[in-house]
């Protein structure tokens, strides 16, 4: 295999081109949400947003199509994990078989109620991750359940337990996309971070500083979360 080596200031990052395959990949897309006026935001129900209007997300959305149309870096038989959210269940479903998995089983990230928040007529209090399968790969160890009641992040931060998990049942080598830190033993990609794997030049360039919190204002809903 050729690896390409990036220099970029102090930093050395190997680059592996599109010809790497994984055996497992852990996807968190930047899904479109709607923005609505519809009701007042509780802002304590949002730890991130005191006193402001929300009004834009910290980072660039992609809608179902271009998600639809990644090229993943699946090994023959591989899994893949992809973090959604109850707006967008149905359109992950149609991602996975789209990037040539079949969906398997869906599990629930629960989080504490705080309030109305985020959603519609019900706030969001959980997420979801789509686990899929392609090819005959088994996995590790099986899991005893399908929930779990993780510790809440900053927006859109995923828990690291998580990636535990994951790397206690699927087998590597592993890649992160939409990744917006690096993780020991991972590969990463995204446009917040020094990706170490090149989609073929899919993707934004890398945002060096990635944007402060956009989100501003307590009059502002989300809606069809
Ligand atoms: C939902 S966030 C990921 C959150 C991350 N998993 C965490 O736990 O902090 C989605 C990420 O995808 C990035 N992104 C959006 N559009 C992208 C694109 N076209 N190419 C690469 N990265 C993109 C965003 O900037 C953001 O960092």
């Known amino acids: 295999m050729i690896a390409i080596s990036l220099i970029s200031g102090d930093k050395s990052t190997i680059v592996f081109p599109m010809t790497q395959k994984f055996r497992c990949i852990v996807a968190d897309p930047p899904w479109e949400l709607k923005l609505g006026k519809t009701s007042p935001v509780d802002s304590e129900a949002i730890p991130w947003n005191h006193d402001l209007t929300l009004t834009q997300l910290e980072y660039p959305t992609m809608s179902v199509k271009e ?29 996975a078989r789209a990037w040539g998995f079949r969906p398997v089983t869906l599990i629930t990230w629960i989080k504490s109620p705080m309030g109305l928040g985020l959603g519609g007529t019900f706030s969001n209090t959980s997420e979801f991750i789509l686990f899929c399968r392609r090819g005959t790969l088994s996995a590790k160890r099986r899991v005893d359940r399908t929930w779990f009641g993780w510790p809440r992040g900053r927006h859109s931060e995923k828990p690291e337990e998580f990636q535990t998990i994951v790397e206690s049942v699927s087998p590597g080598p592993y890649l992160e996309m939409f990744a917006r830190r690096k993780r020991p033993g991972w590969s990463s990609w995204g446009n917040e971070v020094e990706s170490d794997v090149d989609l073929g030049g899919q993707g934004l360039p890398l945002v060096e500083q990635p944007s402060p919190f956009l989100l501003t204002g307590q009059t502002l809903s989300l809606t069809g979360l």
């Open 67 to 95: 998600l639809k149309a990644l090229k993943v870096p699946a090994d023959r038989d591989a899994h893949c994990y992809i973090w959604t959210i109850n707006a967008h269940l149905e359109a992950t479903y149609e991602i």
